[in-house]
């Protein structure tokens, strides 16, 4: 999972098909994956961004937690993050071989995970996950509803309607499924924390973008809503807004699109690309006693980006 930035200052190209991984495989795309990550860790040289570390604090150790969309990215890192800390980590994403390989991973490392083959955008896949995990473990202590995609952008009147659809399914009626069929099993246990990945464009419209713009949007709002709904239940539900991280689905838009981390970080207030590793203490961080009395916000983790 990545975020979109303010392409507003650069030259688009007007294309309706989705950006695909296996663009980023090809031609230049592997360039600007290795330039990528070059220049995410000189980045990290500059600032507080921490570190994947083998020690452990088991600060959740035994709680359940549950995540869609975790076979790169932020989900993948999270789903590493809460299995250091002693967390039973049940996860799904579309492409099996990279799920089946981190989960081996992590049980490899000492940790506890399951992964599920899942598409987000259908509800029996999804109640299927979450049916599971609840099968298995008998619980769903946090559940972090991640997965999404980024269109190829394109100005509204250039944006077929299956395109859009196929975003809002994935990105917006992805993340209500799975509270759908998370919230009833919290409401059973009297308690439980949910954290849906929203967007610095949840926020703020960039051009060419409507499309995922208007999808972190109704995640915003869904996620107020069902913070108000559940309250009486124990159940925390909140979602986090981040700029530009880097992911493969990040780095797959910019060699689109032409654009260098370089470029694009001119305009962030931090003036970097955000370290996945960094979502996921976010995510945890909501997920934790800390935030105990935090419930119905999106957490802006777009380093001032929305300060602005």
Avoid at 195 to 208: K, L
Wanted: charged share 20%.
């Amino acid at each position: 999972m990545t975020d979109s930035f303010d392409n507003t200052n650069v030259k688009q190209p007007m294309r309706s098909n989705r950006v695909t991984r296996r663009r980023l495989i090809i031609g230049s795309g592997i360039v600007a994956g290795t330039t990528a990550l070059n220049q995410v860790q000189a980045n990290a040289q500059k600032s507080t961004v921490p570190r994947e570390t083998t020690h452990s604090n088991n600060q959740f150790a035994g709680k359940v937690v549950l995540i869609t969309g975790a076979t790169s990215g932020i989900g993948e890192a999270t789903a590493r993050a809460f299995a250091r800390e002693g967390a039973i980590v049940h996860f799904c994403g579309r492409r099996e071989n990279l799920g089946t390989k981190i989960a081996q991973d992590i049980i490899a490392q000492g940790g506890k995970a399951t992964y599920q083959k899942v598409d987000v955008r259908k509800e029996q896949d999804v109640k299927s996950f979450i049916d599971t995990c609840i099968q298995k473990y008998g619980r769903i202590d946090i559940a972090f509803n991640n997965a999404g995609i980024f269109m190829t952008p394109a100005e509204i009147q250039n944006i077929p309607l299956d395109n859009f659809l196929d975003i809002l399914h994935t990105n917006t009626v992805g993340e209500f499924l799975a509270m759908k069929y998370e919230i009833p099993q919290m409401r059973r246990q009297k308690s439980g924390v949910i954290i849906n990945m929203a967007s610095v464009a949840g926020h703020v419209g960039f051009n060419t973008t409507g499309h995922y713009c208007a999808s972190k949007h109704g995640i915003i709002g869904l996620t107020k809503a069902a913070a108000l709904e559940n309250a009486d239940y124990n159940i925390r539900i909140n979602s986090i807004s981040p700029l530009a991280v880097d992911t493969p689905q990040l780095r797959e838009s910019f060699a689109f699109q032409k654009v260098t981390y370089e470029q694009a970080a001119k305009g962030f207030v931090t003036k970097r690309v955000m370290a996945p590793l960094e979502m996921a203490k976010a995510v945890m961080f909501l997920a934790s006693d800390d935030a105990s009395s935090v419930t119905g916000m999106d957490l802006d983790v777009t380093g001032g980006q929305l300060a602005r």
